[in-house]
């Protein structure tokens, strides 16, 4: 009798490793199933953040006929240098007397990063003075000014509000 419960005993201790060995590679195959989309080989990839496929839309037709009827400019646009130590404003003028606050002196233009909420300005020079265009604007004149992008805190792709006075052009891409 002795070697039958000792026979039971080894079965049933047996019978308890299979089943914890079995609980333990079911539970790690369980939790490498939840694990699996970070697994597979373009996961790995996407850890960066994905582009839209979709090309932004620059500035609709009705923005521009504000803009154009508002402050008396059109064809805005706003690039990145080379270096993307420094982004350009350009407009052309269409009515000089609505876009005459655009090239006053004392109106001061900022450039503020709508994702970002960097606030740029408009660097002075020692023997140039700043970096834009001023004076009385002639209509079919284009227009420019340069914002200081130090630190690149404004990236091509992000939309930017351009603030010059009383003007606001909200929305521009930054090229």
Known sequence: MNT????????TMATLL?????????LAQAAQGQQ?????????????????PYQPVKIPKHAKAFYQAYGGVD???VRQTASGNLIRFSYRVTDPARAK???EKNAEPYMI?????????IPVMDKIGQLRQTGTPEIGQEYWMVFSNKGNLIKAGE???????????DGLLVE
């Open 4 to 11: 039958s419960r000792e026979t039971v005993k080894l079965a």
């Open 18 to 26: 299979a089943c914890s060995l079995w609980s333990a590679v079911a």
């Open 36 to 52: 699996a989309p970070s697994a597979i080989p373009g996961a790995a990839r996407g850890s960066t953040p994905k582009s839209s």
């Open 75 to 77: 064809n805005l646009s």
């Open 101 to 103: 606050t655009l090239g």
């Open 113 to 121: 990063g709508q994702k970002s909420h960097a606030l740029l300005q």
């Open 159 to 169: 939309r930017v509000n351009v603030v010059i006075g009383s003007f606001h052009f």
